[in-house]
Every structure is written in C-alpha cells, then in structure tokens.
C-alpha cells in the first residue's frame, strides 16, 4: 500500500513523540497522530506524507488505551494548549521524564548521567500566574476574545472557560468581550494593519491573589479607557492594575514597546519562598509560581554554593534565580535583555533588602563580553535561556571563562541536548539532570542540569 495524504488506515499507537503526537508504525513508516495516545488502536486520516514519516488525526477510536480519561475542558480538540488533557496524569509525567531522557542521549550522545524522578506538580488545573488571550472577528464580523485553535494562528475562537488560570481569570475574559463588544472596538487585522484590539493579557499573583489586567492594542486615543479600568476593577475586587500596553510591530507578540498604566501601579506582587516579586506588564516570571519555587530550590542545590563563590545568573528576568543563589553567594550577577525585567529585578532586590546582586542590561552575548574582557570568573554560571536555547556566542564565552559548575534550566529539552553537547564535548561532564512538571495537561517539561569542569 502506498500511502497518500486523504487516506484513512489504522494505527496501533505505541509511544509520544516531543511535541505530544502519539507514534505509530504502517508497514514500517512512522505516523504521528495527533490526539493519539500509547496503547490506542485508532483510525487515522492522513493528512501530510513525507518520505520519512507521515502525519495524521484521529478519526475514530477503535480500542481506547487504558491511560486515555475524559478531558475537563470543552474547548479539548479544539484549543492548541493542553493536548494532553486526554491523558492520565501519571502517565503524562512518566512520558515527561522519558523525554528529557531520551533526548539527551539520542540528540545529546550522552550516556553515563543520572536522572532524576521528576518533580510532580500539586495542582494539575488552574497552576498557571499568566494567560494571554488574542482578539479577532467570526465570520460574522463579530467581535471574538479567547484563545488560537491548534496549530492556526491566524483564527481566533470565543473563551468560554479555561483550566489553566484561575477561574477569576475566564469571567475577566468574558467582561472584556462584552465590554469592548459594546464600545464598538475593533480587533486588529494583522493583514491590514488596521484595527485596534490585540490581545488580553491577565497576571495573577498565586500568593496573594493580585490579579493584572494588560491590554495590548494597536496605536491610537483610547477614550473608553477610565471607564475600561474602573469598571474591572469594580466587578473584580482581585484585580489591583489595569494597564495598557501599545504595539505598533507586524510582530503578533503580546508585548508593547509603549505602557499607559491606567490605574493601580503597574505592578503586581509575588512570593517564592521568603521573596515577595513585583511583576509588571512585560517582565519575565515563571508561569507556575508553586512549581517555581521547587525549581529554583533544586537550581540553589545543584550550584552547591559555600559562601565565597562569583556567581553568573544568565537570561536572569525579575531576578528569581538570583535571589535564591545570593543567600548562599558572595555575589550574584544577573544578565537581561529585557528593560522592565531588569527595573523589576533592581526594586525586588531593594523590596527583600538583597545586597549581593547586581543586574546588567543587553544582550547575553554582548554583556557576557564585555565582562570577559574584564577578567570576570564566576566560579558557577547560571543559565535559564528562551525555549529556542542559547547562541553559539554565549557558549563559547562560557567556555573560555571556565566557571567550575554550569547550571542549565531549560523548557525544552531538544535544544538543552544540543546546548550540552558543545559544553561537554571538552570540558565539562554531565552529571544529573532533574525534570520538573511545570505545565501539567501539556506535553511541555522543564528539566535543571548539571555539568561540573573536567
């Protein structure tokens, strides 16, 4: 049988790639099937065919495997955010660590590290401190608020509730529907450029229940905005700022180059650990405060600081990492690209009386440099880079300062094996790595490794 794009077969799925598509084999090709999970036998409809493999989705379960449950959520098969809502949780951290596993010796090349069980999350449902939401029209013409359908951003469908925020945070998305709905506010058309709303931004801080509204919209007067601000914060006691953020970019980022705080102070508040944060509108925070606690905690235990150590905190956002590295450091010094993430980071350290920190603006690579060209020596290099890792500059510069143990926190683990093998492939082992559930009911993982200097 040769196989082509429309055909329906059967497939007997036997594993998860990263990425969540279940895996499964017909007469020797893999197939990847979207909504498939390990011991499904299900039909498929192929809908891409490559020479390697093929891609398909499920047409009908046949035989429904035994880690298969019903998902919480009504939006499930339609949403791209938890595809994984189908799969028992216990099930879902097994595939996680299997992952992080196999990637670092199949994309890596290594073999002799040791990995750790991962790290459970205590809550599977409403973990997360931030959603973004995008704005558009249906065919109507009619307003739309809520999230992208999977793999298509270009569409938009109505939120009616979503499991992974807080339940505050889905009447939040419904009031600002039928607010701007009624205002006659007009989405933006990233094809036009035309248009006004973009997206709905909602922070929420897990500790205290402050809760931030960000709107991000397109350039323009906004006059409906008192009224916008005081009415949410009217209906919702738990929302402490209401902010406007402006993005004139093509870019479709939930990010302003421009901020109108319209009431409240711009900034709400977290706790990790004996910390309290402020977090503003475009500063980086881990997304799962209570896992990010573990997290960090591990990172502090695997730098095994004495006191005396120069530590560097790259890609260091609001200032988390740091923070916890300096209880044990002589210095901590925090890299960030980002302006408000570094303002952030400066007014935590001084709202915990944190002493030993400093933070510099720009580019890792470009800062790394220049430090490089000073003769700074950091016994122990943190790094918690963007999902696509770090750029071969920063790497090298890594290199050549030598620092005795690099810690490496990522959320991908394809790139984290790549960015390991060139620091390994001279002068540094691969000692442990630890998975850590931050996103339950997704296919994503963070994971921590260990490298220490030959």
Known sequence: MVLKKGDIV?????????????????????????????GDT???KIEKKKKNFAEGSVVEVLKASEK????????????????WQNLDYEAQLIYKEKTVRE???????????????IIRSDEIYFYRNKMEFSFGKDLEGKLILGLHPYEDFKRVFNLQKCHLQSEFSSQIVWWVRDFC????????????????????????????????????TYSGQFPQAKKFASGLMEDFPQIKTVVRNINTKFADIAFGEEEEVLTGKGTIQEKLGRFHFEISAN????????????????????????????????????????FFLAQKARRV???????????????????????????????????????????????????DPPRGGMHKKVISLMLEIKPERIIYVSCNPTTLARDLQVLAEKDYILEKVQPVDMFPQTYHIEAVAKLRRK
Do not use: W
């Open 10 to 38: 059967e497939v007997s799925v036997t594993d998860l790639a990263y990425g969540g598509k279940g895996v499964g084999k017909l007469n020797g090709l893999v197939v990847l099937v979207r909504g498939g999970l390990p």
């Open 42 to 44: 299900l039909k498929v």
């Open 68 to 83: 298969r449950i019903s998902p919480v959520c009504s939006h499930f098969g339609l949403c791209g955010g938890c595809t």
């Open 103 to 117: 990637s670092l010796r199949h994309l890596g090349g290594f073999s002799d590290f040791e990995t750790e069980k």
């Open 181 to 216: 709905a009624k205002e006659e506010l007009i989405p933006y058309d990233p094809k036009e450029h035309t248009g006004f709303l973009r997206y709905l931004a909602i922070r929420e801080g897990k500790s205290k229940t402050e809760m931030m509204v960000n709107l991000v």
């Open 283 to 322: 500063s980086f925070f881990q997304t799962n405060t209570r896992q990010a606690e573990k997290l960090f905690n591990i990172v502090t235990d695997y730098a095994e600081l004495e006191g005396s150590e120069e530590v560097l905190d790259l890609y260091s956002g609001t200032g988390a990492i740091s």
């Open 333 to 383: 010094t925090g890299i960030e690209s980002v302006k408000d993430s570094v303002e952030n980071a400066f007014r935590n350290a001084e709202l915990n009386s944190v002493m030993n920190c400093r933070f510099l603006l720009g580019e890792a690579k470009e800062v790394l440099l220049s430090l490089v060209q000073e003769s700074f020596s950091p016994q122990v290099i943190v790094v």
